[in-house]
């Protein structure tokens, strides 16, 4: 049978028991008698934002959203079909957050790029689980938020000279690197007790020499996104790109 039908036909069973619909315009269920108050959809993905900030992604069950908004856990379902669907419309609501560019259009391409990923590692450090979310989900890489910031640093990219292929790799680069460091980050703030590390200098010299001195250190990203992107600006120029010298 088409799952579809299926769904359907569960939809209408329920319609049956007494579950009555508002207009699509007003956004409302009318409940039912156990379940309690009615409820939005855009009220179940604030309470479940809301435990994102506070707290951390990884803590919102539909249990805690329907308890945070006092009715029972299958009121939720009518408008969001799974935890997976909420996390994903979460996550959405916190990239919406990025601030605006801070710097105007005719800066240059390399400061705006910089500007657009400092941006966006304010979201991760703002919601904590949210780098992680999408390291797990890449098909959310689709969504309008991930679109639209693909889309900005691409533009900065071709704007810099590099070709599609270039920028692609760039773009892979910066992405790989600030997911990456966000989650480092993300680990060592969580609260867990976790022992500094070490090398022995007999055999690994430099390693614990740079483990030492930088031990306690603060770690800053917007400096690492800042070289590679320095990195960028001098291969490619603001201009033609240069071509790189194979040995």
Known sequence: MDTRQTAWGRRAVKGCRGVEMDSARKGRRRPTR???PA???EQIVDAAYRIARTE???QIQIRRVARELGVWPQALYHYVPSKSELLRLVADRALETRRPPGLPATAPWDERLLDLFNRTEEVFAAHPGLVQFLVLRPDFVGSAHLGALAEEALGLLFEGGLTPGQALGA???LAS??????QLLEAFTSGAQVSAPTADEQRFPCLARTLGEAAGAEVDLADDVATYIAGLASLYGRGEPRRRRHR
């Open 56 to 58: 951390h992604l990884d």
């Open 34 to 36: 156990d379940e309690g």
């Open 177 to 182: 690197l600030i997911v990456g460091k966000a």
């Open 171 to 173: 773009f892979g680069g």
């Open 39 to 41: 409820v939005t959809r």
